[in-house]
């Protein structure tokens, strides 16, 4: 059972046109319901439209069906990521140099300096194994020619520095400390890249529903360069059109996951093949709540 909002056509010629300026969806549903909409019924005529867009379909006419379940009816997310030039970040002030929406992402920096990036380096160097994938039937890991990157894990708070940057880096992507996963170091050598991938957690395996259960799904993601790269090693979202270059302290940012377990497969990425020298990068990634490890689950 579903009800049909009767949508005015000057309203669906107004939300088209923000649309187009890249005004924020959440902005235009804050916007309708204003105007004395019902919240649930402004969410649903924005997110027909944002949805049609995403589909590359004609957007609703006259009308919008409004599901009786409120579970059922369009969610659009609320921006993670604080407004503004810049950024207060625990110990650090962060320049926003690019965003967009829908999905949320930004071009940021510098979130570390010179010094950390190379103390990163200097103590994942000893600890690198061959990065894994892991199999999305089995939920173990493997290692994938799709990935041919090194790779290791800081716990949390690990050390002085680490704990000072995952202060730094949960107040930046705006969610509590305990909500991020350890500080995972990635090293991609000359020819080594990675394929297209979401970085949240598909339920097609046992591990993965285990881990969206204990600690809720991925919703957002941080990745700096720990070094320049003279050429290749972009970091590129073909379904955005986007490509940030690997810039030493440089960030980017992308958020995928609402608040109540949704995804965005727009945010499908990939590490472009490093073309001379090599790429370091640093990967902070968020929960929906506290990040419970397997092992702290079984008392390890």
């Not at 995403?54 to 006419?61: C, L, N, S, T």
């Not at 809720?216 to 360069?225: A, D, E, I, K």
């Not at 690997?246 to 992308?254: E, K, M, S």
Request: proline share 8%; charged share 20%.
């Amino acid at each position: 059972m579903s009800t049909v909002l009767r949508l005015l056509p000057e309203l669906g010629h107004w939300i088209t046109h923000n649309l187009d300026a890249g005004a924020p969806p959440e902005g235009l549903v804050d916007a309708i319901a204003g105007k004395g909409m019902a919240a649930h019924s402004a969410q649903a005529i924005v997110g027909a439209f944002v949805e049609a867009r995403r589909r590359g379909v004609a957007p609703p006419a006259d009308g919008v069906a409004l599901p009786d379940d409120e579970a059922a009816r369009p969610f659009i997310p609320r921006p993670r990521l604080a407004p503004g030039h810049r950024i207060a970040a625990a110990d650090r002030e962060v320049t926003v140099h690019a965003r967009g929406h829908g999905p949320v992402w930004a071009a940021l920096g510098p979130v570390l300096d010179a010094a950390e990036c190379q103390a990163l380096i200097d103590m994942a160097r000893p600890r690198l194994q061959p990065s894994t994938l892991v199999d999305p039937m089995s939920g173990r890991d493997v290692v994938s020619q799709h990935r041919t990157s090194w790779g290791m894990f800081f716990r949390l708070g690990e050390n002085d520095l680490v704990a000072r940057l995952d202060r730094r880096l949960s107040a930046l992507m705006n969610l509590p400390l305990e909500n991020g996963e350890g500080l995972q170091v990635l090293r991609y050598p000359a020819g080594a890249g990675s394929e297209p991938h979401h970085d949240y957690l598909a339920p097609t395996n046992a591990a993965n529903r285990e881990s969206v259960a204990r600690s809720g799904q991925r919703v957002s993601t941080l990745v700096t360069y720990l070094n320049d790269v003279p050429a290749g090693g972009q970091t590129v979202f073909p379904h955005l059109g986007l490509a940030f270059s690997p810039v030493q302290g440089h960030a980017c940012y992308f958020e995928y996951g609402d608040d109540q377990g949704g995804v965005d497969p727009r945010c499908l990425h990939a590490s472009s093949p490093v073309e001379q020298g090599e790429k370091w990068v640093v990967t902070k990634w968020m929960r929906e709540r506290r990040f419970v490890s397997a092992g702290e689950a079984l008392g390890v």
